[in-house]
């Protein structure tokens, strides 16, 4: 694995200080560092595992006794149902049913020093309270831009003063983060806030990237798309060359992935990750979904009526995430699986993967909206249950809301008040925002909750 690294005398890392010292807008959490730091022994056995079970088939994992007693302690799989021998007779778990359980995780009970919460972005219904253990949290923040070079062929990693570089639109990040990396061989990852409506913030990002050189670039497929179009499909930069662009968080179309590629004039890769249990796998240099078993225990994909398929629905059991495991946990995604790569790698591939697209608001005169800058709206406005985003023209919308029915009538008036100032205030320019109660159905798979009735040219 050491050959994956670049040896030290070719590194150009920089220290903390010395990114605080250019840019000192930038944020360090040193506490979730120090925190980290213990669980550097597990991480780089982890990381030999993923490179081993690069060549080498993994063997298969079953469902033990002792699997049972380590998920049994969490209210969720507490019926009788989990009495069985089998994973395969074991039912599957939804999203919906975490939604309904008062408590599907007992967190407390976990042998852990440190526990981190989070929620998910809602992308796909109400936002799931999540919890990581330690050690999981330290795999997702330090391994994934690791694991996703290594699977894209790529060695002497580790020679560029950072690793890499998240580009995110969600301005809660502030200016931006500096993720300190424990492991020896590979430098810092940076996750930066830019907005591609404002010429100062993508010259920022410009500069910061020319100066730090991040070995990969990496952002959502619609943050991306809105890039391309501010830099008229030519690269903005002089001398910066990622070595892997990467994309992840939602679909990523051939259209862009080829614009991408010839505007950075370097490789694309997707990456494929759910908030629930991280990383899950990402592309080789043939463009196949490899799914990651180094950490994940097992993959299945089921049809409508939970039969083995090949065509179907992808489920994942890991037992990881001690705070969190999941077992048959339906992802919702559709995947195709293929019989192999012609990289030669073993273990699951994917042929297609149908995910999810983000919606781009087109409001006329070159401004350009990404939904995914509203991904707080549900832990600032904690008595909404789900709303609907609906662009009717080019700078009006529809945004229906769903509340807490226990609210009186002052309170509803509040609530929907307050929503819609955090959307129009969350727009490139002042648009018309017509805020009104509706109930929903999101069990099926037809819900959006960003829509557009407008067409463009």
């Known amino acids: 694995m050491d050959s994956l690294f670049a040896p030290p005398h070719l590194r150009r890392r920089l220290g903390t200080q010395e990114v605080l010292a250019r840019y000192p807008e930038l944020n360090c959490d040193d506490e979730q560092y120090e925190d980290s730091l213990p669980d550097v022994p597990h991480l780089h056995s982890v990381l030999e595992t993923f490179a081993q079970r690069l060549t080498a088939e993994t063997p298969a994992w079953e469902w033990t006794e002792a699997a049972s007693r380590q998920v049994r302690r969490h209210p969720i799989y507490a019926g009788d149902e989990y009495d069985a021998t089998d994973l395969t007779e074991l039912p599957t778990l939804t999203k919906p049913m975490l939604r309904r359980h008062p408590r599907p995780f007992d967190h407390l009970a976990e042998p852990t020093a440190v526990i981190y919460t989070d929620k998910t972005s809602g992308t796909s219904g109400a936002p799931l309270d999540l919890a990581y253990s330690q050690q999981f949290m330290s795999q997702s923040l330090y391994l994934e831009p690791i694991k996703i070079m290594m699977r894209a062929g790529l060695t002497g990693l580790g020679t560029r003063p950072v690793l890499s570089a998240f580009l995110t639109d969600n301005p809660s990040r502030g200016s931006g983060l500096i993720v300190r990396n424990p492991l020896e061989g590979v430098g810092h990852t940076l996750v930066v806030h830019i907005d591609p409506n404002d010429p100062a913030s993508l010259q920022r990002v410009g500069r910061l990237l020319e100066d730090l050189q991040p070995e990969v670039l990496s952002s959502k497929p619609n943050l991306f798309r809105m890039m391309l179009d501010r830099w008229g499909g030519r690269s903005p930069f002089v001398s910066y060359r990622p070595r892997l662009v990467v994309s992840g968080g939602a679909m990523l179309d051939d259209v862009l992935r ?200």
């Not at 592309?283 to 097992?298: A, F, I, K, Q, W």
């Not at 939904?371 to 662009?391: D, I």
């Open 258 to 457: 080829h614009a991408l590629g010839a505007a950075l004039g370097s490789p694309v890769t997707s990456s494929y990750a759910i908030s629930e249990a991280g990383y899950v796998g990402s592309e080789c240099p043939h463009g196949r979904m490899h799914l990651d078993l180094s950490v994940h225990n097992r993959f299945e994909v089921i049809d409508e009526y939970g039969r083995p398929a090949t065509t179907g629905e992808l489920v994942i059991t890991t037992l990881a995430n001690s705070c969190m495991p999941l077992v048959r946990y339906r992802m919702g995604d559709t995947v195709t699986l293929a019989d192999g790569c012609r990289c030669g790698r073993p273990g699951p591939v994917l042929r297609e993967l149908r995910g999810r697209s983000t919606q781009i608001f087109d409001l006329g005169g070159g401004a350009k909206l990404s939904p995914t800058r509203y991904m707080k709206l549900f832990e600032l406005h904690p008595a909404v249950l789900e709303y609907q985003l609906t662009q009717t023209s080019d700078r009006q919308f529809r945004l229906r809301v769903e509340l807490e029915p226990d609210l009186g009538a002052a309170q509803r008036r509040e609530a929907l008040a307050a929503v819609a100032r955090y959307i129009a205030a969350g727009m490139p320019v002042p648009v018309a925002v017509d805020c009104a109660e509706q109930t929903f159905d999101t069990a099926g798979a037809k819900f959006a909750r960003f829509r557009s009735e407008v067409q463009h040219a």
